[in-house]
């Protein structure tokens, strides 16, 4: 039996610049068991290039194919809603590459779309163009939700609040493409070949790691390395399939990844043997 990893990056396998303990070798584990994984993120500004060197770099080498950001998904979701379409961008090489890609051309009169993602380059000038653009007719399509984003120097403002800022000055409500959006959810578990029942989401925000997975009928896996604690659990109407400290946990000389597998399985689904599935994959 299949299964694979959905995986979030900040505060699972890195927080700012710093690797998380055991992250390295729970990504070892699952290449030597020949488990397939993604990389899930709701920042757009980078290629998945980018991306897949920014991980070599810290030790962890993966490629391209293991990654896939939230400008992936607006991309191509926007190329099926509307082929050869156009867009206004706020946001960067990440966003700007995956709409280029996706037969879309970047445009700042009378565009179909205001495509809107992380930015260091954001102005007034910028958001005035995107409210008048969208007061004319532009759709407003966002590539994430998060409020904000923690960084090696604090908190920085993210893409969410730039929407709120479009949303209040037009009056109008955007569609979201990023995580919990199913339109990701799914493309990420599409991209990967895995069954709903096959697919696992390892991450350390409940509002879109955990409840993306809990929409889409994943397993789930909070882990504690990132920005929510335990206690903090008691603030949401859903919860995870599973708690963990930190990735480092599923791997190792213990193999709590097969050790915690029970508490996994559901009486409406096929039960999930990991040890089983390892041993079959590794084969
Ligand atoms: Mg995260």
């Known amino acids: 039996m299949k299964k694979g990893f959905l995986i979030d990056m900040d505060g699972v396998i890195y927080r700012g610049s710093q690797l998380i303990p055991g992250a390295e070798r729970f990504i070892q584990e699952l290449k030597l068991r020949n488990i397939p994984f993604m990389f899930l993120t709701n920042n757009s500004q980078r290629t998945r290039r980018d991306v897949a060197t920014k991980l070599f770099r810290m030790g962890i080498p993966v490629e391209e194919k293991h990654v896939f950001t939230c400008a992936m998904a607006t991309a191509r979701f926007l190329s099926t809603q509307k082929p050869d379409g156009t867009a206004y961008v706020i ?34 000038e910028m958001l005035d163009t995107a409210v008048q653009l969208i007061l004319d007719g532009a759709k407003l399509i966002a590539t994430n939700l998060d409020p904000n984003c923690p960084t090696d120097r604090g908190t920085r403002s993210g893409c969410g609040a730039m929407v709120a800022f479009l949303e209040t000055a037009t009056g109008t409500k955007a569609f979201s493409v990023g ?105």
């Open 179 to 283: 995580k919990p959006s199913p339109v990701m959810m799914r493309a990420a578990r599409k991209e990967l070949g895995l069954m709903t029942s096959e697919t696992i989401m390892i991450g350390d925000t409940m509002e879109t790691d955990i409840l993306g997975g809990v929409q889409m009928g994943y397993r789930t896996v909070l882990v504690l390395s990132g920005g929510t604690q335990e206690a903090d659990l008691a603030n949401y109407a859903f919860r995870p399939d599973m708690v963990l400290d930190s990735v480092a946990d599923l791997c190792g000389p213990d193999q709590r990844l097969d050790d915690l597998v029970p508490t996994m399985n559901r009486d409406d689904d096929t039960p999930l043997d990991l040890a089983e599935w390892a041993r079959v994959h590794s084969g």
């Open 91 to 124: 946001g960067e090489g990440g966003l700007l590459n995956a709409l280029h890609t996706n037969g879309y051309s970047i445009v700042d009169k009378s565009p179909d779309y205001v495509v809107v993602g992380e930015g260091r380059t954001l102005s007034t």
